[in-house]
């Protein structure tokens, strides 16, 4: 899948929560488990395990333990070890909000979204019951809406990833409602959007979330891919050199700008090539940037310098024709007659093989 790809899926609406999204309430500081900076032992997991397994109902000083565990083990991706731990919690706080969440979460992300959506259900239900106890306005209140939007958004996930964008859309949207200024939220639902083919709704979405996250690449580097699709490749091209501007080591940025730039073609083709050029230096497997930047150097008749790119396209993607395409065509411009030839044959039995149903289509790799 291409970088523009990403978002177009709700499928992958919101990759890895853990990592960007860790929003676990109460919790006390990670640090306290095992020493600042320091990772947690396999002793220590089963220890808090044993514990909570052992006791009636964890105390609250227990509980907050427990959760700074839990959290610790997450941002650390012991996705399974987490969703032990947060299991266990579970089946003695059934209500508790913040353990059904990471519960959820954990085992989500262990790669068991079956078993994560009754508990991202009963996450939600609980979170909402919550929020409905405090007064209307008030900093509990506040609180209480952004435990419920995370979520919110976290089933909105689960439900993608099962393959209901529908239901997933309709969550995040009622995520974004209890608490606009959630950026996970906002993030969502326009990936959600964009995937169910409404730009308007995605630009804003994926503007406010840059507002609320003035530093964030992908956020900047959705809100310009939703703009171009829009049709607004002025608008796209400023949010792509703002994204370039903030943050100069992010691939994507430069990636986006580059193609946008050869699009457009002109005096601004120069530029493009060189911001793909820049794109591979930060990150050589972006299957996009070879490919693009390949065709390009082709067209301008700049067939060597494309062949290694070309190649590089190839092996990122192999099921895919276009780079073998491009290749023909810069080793014929080359004189490489018998070369050009065999990259025709490779074209016609990838083509050859899509029409019987041979293979998988593996037309694009993740530009990740």
């Not at 609320?212 to 900047?220: E, G, M, S, V």
């Not at 930060?282 to 700049?302: C, F, H, K």
């Not at 099921?319 to 080793?331: K, V």
């Amino acid at each position: 899948m291409s970088a523009r790809a990403q978002i177009s899926s709700c499928r992958r609406l919101l990759a890895l929560v853990a990592a960007c999204a860790f929003a676990l309430r109460p919790a006390a500081s990670a640090q306290g488990v095992g020493g600042a900076g320091a990772s947690v032992t396999p002793a220590q997991v089963a220890l808090a395990v044993e514990r909570v397994r052992s006791s009636s109902a964890p105390d609250e000083g227990s509980l907050a333990q427990a959760l700074a565990l839990g959290g610790a083990l997450l941002r650390e991706g012991r996705f399974a070890e987490a969703a032990e731990l947060f299991g266990a919690l579970a089946l003695k706080l059934p209500r508790d909000p913040s353990v059904l969440y990471g519960a959820a979460l954990a085992t989500f992300n262990a790669g068991r979204a079956a078993e994560a959506e009754p508990l991202a259900r009963r996450a939600v239900d609980a979170a909402l019951a919550a929020a409905q106890t405090t007064k209307a306005g008030s900093a509990d209140a506040r609180t209480a809406n952004e435990r419920a939007a995370d979520a919110l958004v976290l089933l909105g996930v689960v439900l993608a990833v099962r393959g209901d964008d529908a239901g997933a859309l309709k969550l995040v949207g009622q995520a974004v409602g209890l608490a606009p200024d959630n950026f996970d939220a906002q993030l969502a639902l326009g990936r959600a959007l964009f995937g169910a083919g409404d730009d308007a709704g995605a630009v804003r979405a994926f503007r406010a979330a840059a507002s609320l996250r003035p530093t964030d690449a992908q956020a900047r580097f959705f809100l310009a891919t939703a703009l171009e699709r829009a049709g607004d490749n002025v608008g796209a091209l400023a949010a792509y050199r703002e994204l370039v501007a903030r943050q100069p080591g992010a691939a994507e940025g430069h990636l986006g700008l580059g193609v946008l730039l050869l699009k457009r073609g002109g005096a601004e083709a120069e530029e493009g090539l060189k911001e793909l050029a820049r794109a591979l230096e930060i990150n050589p497997q972006l299957y996009e940037a070879r490919v693009t930047l390949g065709r390009a150097l082709v067209e301008r008749g700049r067939a060597g310098e494309a062949v290694e790119h070309l190649r590089r396209a190839a092996e990122l993607a192999p099921g895919n024709p276009e780079p073998h395409y491009q290749l023909s065509l810069a080793y014929r411009r080359l004189g490489r007659k018998e070369e050009a030839a065999a990259e025709s044959d490779i074209v016609r039995r990838i083509h050859e093989s899509r029409r019987v149903g041979a293979q998988p289509d593996t037309s694009a790799p993740p530009d990740e």
